[in-house]
């Protein structure tokens, strides 16, 4: 099976940074896809960021600009570099793995990890 453990939310006051990490493990050997999601309470999960494995990325417009996603291959690791955070950013914040084997319809979750941010 594959395992993920996600590090790095916390608590932040509005303009500060964290940094997200999502660490894949178990018996995956090939990795695709790598994403973050968040979801804020009674909001439905959204996709903040998402980095091919080929390292193109894409971004939610709310975040374009402020966030960086990154993934080190030989670590199996994704990471989110969230600045300027707002208000508005706080949310649980999910990564999502397309790997295997066992390849998975949709992906591995992490257990996510809160972020909160203070005005």
């Known amino acids: 099976q594959v395992q993920l453990v996600e590090s790095g939310g916390g608590l932040v006051q509005a303009g500060g940074s964290l940094r997200l990490s999502c660490a894949a493990s178990g018996s995956i050997i090939s990795i695709g896809a790598m994403g973050w999601y968040r979801q804020a309470p009674g909001k439905q999960r959204e996709l903040v960021a998402v980095i091919t494995s080929g390292g193109s990325t894409n971004y939610a417009d709310s975040v374009k600009g402020r966030f960086t996603i990154s993934r080190d291959n030989a670590k199996n690791t994704v990471y989110l570099q969230m600045n300027s955070l707002k208000p508005e950013d706080t949310a649980v914040y999910y990564c999502?793995?397309?790997?295997?084997?066992?390849?998975?319809?949709?992906?591995?979750w992490g257990q996510g990890t809160q972020v909160t941010v203070s005005s």
């Open positions: 999502n793995v397309n790997g295997g084997p066992p390849w998975k319809v949709g992906g591995y």
